[in-house]
């Protein structure tokens, strides 16, 4: 059974950083693109950062330059580095891991997903 399990959520003023941390089990994590969602209340959930078996990453322009995700396949984490805070991300933030080895957009192309971790920037 896949499990991820995320952590490192909590409060930070805007322009601060956190980084957020996803550990899995149950598949051979190496194989496979991991990505990083958020949701905000009343808002669909979006995808803010992937990065596939090899190394390539995608970030939508709202996070590009401000944002990081990184893996480590040997300790089966992905962690994503969040610096230069707005209250605009605001949200419940998500790790996904999907059965297709290149970078996927949609939320239904992600077949696990952790519980979710809270970020919470004040302005």
């Known amino acids: 059974q896949v499990q991820l399990v995320e952590s490192g959520g909590g409060l930070v003023q805007a322009g601060g950083s956190l980084r957020l941390s996803c550990a899995a089990s149950g598949r051979t994590f190496s194989w496979y693109t991991m990505a990083w969602f958020r949701q905000a209340p009343g808002k669909e959930r979006e995808l803010v950062a992937a990065?596939?078996?090899?190394?390539?990453?995608y970030y939508p322009d709202s996070v590009r330059g401000r944002f990081t995700i990184s893996r480590d396949n040997a300790k089966n984490t992905v962690y994503l580095q969040m610096n230069s805070l707005k209250p605009e991300d605001t949200a419940v933030y998500y790790c996904?891991?999907?059965?297709?080895?290149?970078?996927?957009?949609?939320?239904?192309?992600?077949?696990?997903w952790g519980q979710g971790t809270q970020v919470t920037v004040s302005s």
């Open positions: 996904a891991t999907t059965k297709y080895g290149s970078i996927r957009f949609k939320v239904d192309e992600y077949d696990y």
């Open positions: 990065i596939t078996w090899n190394g390539s990453t």
